[in-house]
């Protein structure tokens, strides 16, 4: 007897499982965040560049280093960097500590449209306090961060 054969139909759980709620809920919120970048006049916006946004500080940084801080392949991040240069929202400079490596960095552009996410988030955070109060809102917080450390693989 096969193992097909022998197998019987799965059984799914008879509730919406917190993965497919956590999932449906990141989803909905970049899909937010992309229609208000659209909305802002920043038509060019996608939902890859996401990725730099999340990861780039102030300062800059290495696409390596903002690929592991984003959980994609550093090509996916080179990608996306060269695609929002050519924009005109980042620049690669030399990294003044190893010639062979480039910072990324915003251009004057690029910090705008990057504010302009970054108020809407803040926006999105007042209506969610608003919506549920500071309570829940703060136990939700700390309810995803703790998931976060019980399931994040440990450091090789």
């Keep these: 007897m096969s193992r097909a054969a022998a197998a019987s139909d ?3 759980p008879h509730f ?5 709620l956590v999932d449906k809920a990141a989803r909905v919120l970049r899909i937010d965040m992309l229609r208000h970048a659209h909305r802002s006049g920043y038509t060019e916006i996608g939902d890859a ?3 730099v946004f999340a990861t780039l500080p102030p300062e800059g940084a ?3 280093d ?16 060269r695609d929002m240069a050519r924009l005109g929202m980042v620049e690669m400079v030399p990294d003044p500590t190893d010639r062979r490596a ?8 690029g910090k705008t449209v990057a504010q302009t996410g970054f108020d809407h988030i803040l926006a999105v955070e007042e209506t969610l306090r ?7 809102l703060a136990t939700t917080r700390r ?12 450091p090789e």
């Design 49 to 51: 560049h996401n990725a």
């Design 102 to 109: 480039k910072i990324v960095r915003y251009t004057d552009y």
């Design 66 to 81: 903002m690929a592991a801080r984003s959980g994609i392949t550093r090509q996916s991040m080179g990608e996306v960097v």
């Design 10 to 12: 799965p059984e799914r």
């Design 130 to 136: 608003e919506e549920f109060g500071e309570d829940d």
């Design 143 to 154: 309810v995803l961060l703790r998931v976060r450390e019980l399931l994040a693989p440990a």
């Design 62 to 64: 290495r696409a390596a």
């Design 16 to 20: 919406e499982p917190f993965i497919a």
